[in-house]
């Protein structure tokens, strides 16, 4: 009976040690609405008060979530939910090679492998509206979407090769006190494929038919936001089970109402 308690207590510590690591670095994005690139001047998005990580997830902190939750590893997740590049840059279970730093970004991580370390910790990934609403801060604008020079920044980082390689908080932090939304890594969001011709018609489907790809929007509102054309080009892209060399994540979590 002494031993059985032991074990539980253990195993209560280690998971107690990873939650304390990964749950305090988060800010508050205070709710608003925008009219993404999708959408037209009367279909705006709106977006709820929620919280966001700070930094991506890093491969240390990753690392942390592997030990506690085996099934996750290298050599025993099932390649339903992750292709052959899972941790393509480790080189066993638990040991990231040189190329994967600490405090880097994760990267080769399908999005169910990052939607199960969001859920071990009691958080989620964001939405692809929540994840466009913070990037779309600059250093001192909550929205930036009109400015030519930071959009032409953001394209210009990701003409940059191997950012990956950097340390999480290498780049700006902007108007929400985050860093890292543009010139680090891609990111997975929640819905990362409901890339849909128009705003409208996203609230005229399901929730099932509003995951499905699509290959660019048509009505799109501003089509000199490259950057962003970009960006939802790449979601249309990718599957879930895809685990590409510059695509990480970072956590969210709603507020209680």
């Not at 071990?120 to 913070?134: A, N, S």
């Not at 780049?171 to 819905?191: A, C, F, Q, R």
Request: aromatic share 14%; glycine share 4%.
């Amino acid at each position: 009976m002494k031993r059985i308690s032991f074990i539980v207590l253990s195993i209560f510590f280690i998971q107690t040690n990873f939650l304390a690591q990964d749950m305090p670095a988060m800010k508050r994005i205070n709710g608003g609405d925008f009219v993404p690139l999708y959408g037209s001047n009367e279909a705006r998005v709106s977006v709820e008060t929620f919280l966001l990580d700070i930094y991506p997830v890093t491969n240390e902190q990753y690392l942390s979530f592997l030990k506690t939750n085996p099934k996750w590893q290298k050599s025993k997740v099932i390649s339903l939910f992750a292709d052959k590049n899972y941790l393509s840059k480790w080189e066993n279970d638990l040991s990231p090679n040189k190329e994967a730093l600490p405090n880097s970004p994760i990267t080769n991580i399908s999005w169910y492998a990052a939607k199960a370390y969001c859920d071990c910790i009691g958080k989620r990934l964001p939405t692809m509206d929540e994840w466009e609403y913070v990037a779309m801060a600059s250093e001192t604008k909550r929205n930036a979407q009109r400015d030519s020079l930071f959009n032409q920044r953001i394209i210009e980082s990701y003409e940059t090769p191997q950012t990956y390689k950097k340390e999480v908080g290498s780049t700006y932090k902007n108007y929400w006190g985050i860093y890292d939304m543009h010139g680090l890594v891609w990111e997975w969001t929640s819905d990362f494929n409901s890339v849909l011709i128009s705003g409208e018609s996203r609230k005229d489907v399901d929730t099932d038919k509003s995951l499905f790809c699509a290959g660019g929007s048509v009505n799109a509102t501003d089509l000199m936001d490259y950057a962003a054309f970009m960006r939802y080009a790449f979601r249309g892209s990718i599957k879930a089970n895809y685990c590409i060399q510059s695509l990480g994540f970072r956590c969210a979590k709603s507020l209680k109402k």
